[in-house]
Nanobody
Framework: QVQLVEAGGGSVQAGGSLRLSCAAS????????SAWFRQTPGKEREWVANIDADGTTEYAGSVKGRFTISQDRATNTLYLQMNSLKPEDSAMYYC??????????????WGQGTQVAVSS
């Protein structure tokens, strides 16, 4: 059974950093596409970044240069390093995965989310 458990959210001032983690079980992250999404109340879920099984990464324009997605194959964990945080980055952050080597627009597995709040 696939399970994704996020952690690392919290409150931080603008300009600060947070690192989100997503512990995966039931599969190996090295073989699947993985991604981070975020959502604020009343808005649609927004794609943030993804990493293919071969390590290729992609980022939304709003976070490019500030966020870094990575995976630790030894611990089977996905990470999102968030630097230079802005108030508009405040959201519930979700990790997601799909049993495909290369990422597409659909993701089969989702975590429960971790809240990030950035104050100005």
């Amino acid at each position: 059974q696939v399970q994704l458990v996020e952690a690392g959210g919290g409150s931080v001032q603008a300009g600060g950093s947070l690192r989100l983690s997503c512990a995966a079980s039931g599969y190996l992250v090295r073989y699947y596409c993985s991604a981070w999404f975020r959502q604020t109340p009343g808005k649609e879920r927004e794609w943030v970044a993804n990493i293919d099984a071969d390590g290729t990464t992609e980022y939304a324009g709003s976070v490019k240069g500030r966020f870094t997605i990575s995976q630790d194959r030894a611990t089977n964990t996905l990470y999102l390093q968030m630097n230079s945080l802005k108030p508009e980055d405040s959201a519930m952050y979700y990790c997601a995965s799909d049993p495909m080597r290369y990422c597409s627009s659909s993701f089969r597995y989702w975590g429960q989310g971790t809240q990030v709040a950035v104050s100005s």
